[in-house]
């Protein structure tokens, strides 16, 4: 009970030091509320006995009678405060308190610019929206810088021996027995990346004609990486008959 009691006279004491503190310097006395907190939170999880924090209990008391209604409290005396210096400049000196309030709070120095300045008010919307503007189109070029070095990585010299394979698809279509089609080892062929993830493939291939005879015929093919869908086209097939 004995030390029950002198707990409870140690948070009370507490709380009304950080009461007159809020009155006298509210600011400080946030900071203050916020440790008392934060430390008796951390001390529920694993006490700290050197700080006076090793009771749970006392832990939670803290919480609850000091760091929530001194926090809260020295909030609104701030709050208090910062309205009253507003309302007060807005009276002796329009200047100063527009440029307070620009510094606090944007879209209400906008609203109070709007009444008190009107032709400011024109110009520093139009600037706020060429710098939205500005943000937007850095973003966006960001973004197409990071969107072609992705392209770049995926579209390198890697893909070569996989344009040529799938080239052939596209040259089959264009033989008149497709089926007989024979395409030569990747080594007996030329590729090469000409960036931007096109692939240029030399080679050949060995099909049966009208007749039925087996025929070489070279080809030519551009053909057309997309990383995103992990696709290919061809943007170009030229078969010498």
Request: hydrophobic share 50%; glycine share 4%; aromatic share 8%.
């Amino acid at each position: 009970m004995i030390a029950f009691l002198k707990s409870a006279g140690i948070i009370l004491g507490i709380f009304i030091g950080t009461t007159i503190l809020a009155v006298a310097s509210p600011q400080i006395a946030f900071y203050v509320a916020i440790a008392f907190l934060i430390l008796p939170g951390i001390a529920l999880l694993k006490p700290i006995p050197k700080l006076w924090l090793g009771n749970r209990g006392v832990n939670f008391a803290l919480i609850l009678f000091v760091g929530i209604p001194v926090t809260i409290g020295a909030h609104g005396i701030v709050t208090d405060q910062r309205e009253a210096q507003f309302a007060e400049l807005k009276v002796t000196d329009q200047t100063a308190y527009l440029a307070a309030l620009e510094d606090f709070d944007q879209d209400r120095w906008l609203s109070e610019l709007k009444v008190i300045d009107p032709e400011r008010h024109v110009v520093e919307v139009a600037r706020i929206a060429e710098e939205e503007a500005q943000k937007q189109q850095e973003a966006r070029a960001k973004a197409q810088a990071e969107a072609a070095a992705t392209r770049a990585e995926e579209c390198g010299n890697k893909n070569e021996i996989t344009a040529y394979v799938m080239s052939q698809e596209f040259v089959k279509r264009q033989l008149r027995a497709p089926s007989t089609a024979e395409f030569p080892w990747a080594t007996e062929i030329s590729t090469r990346a000409l960036g931007d993830c096109r692939y240029q493939i030399v080679a050949y291939v060995d099909a049966q004609n009208a007749f039925g005879a087996m025929l070489r015929t070279r080809y030519t093919a551009t053909m057309l990486l997309h990383p995103v869908e992990e696709s290919w086209s061809a943007l170009e097939v030229n078969v010498s008959e």
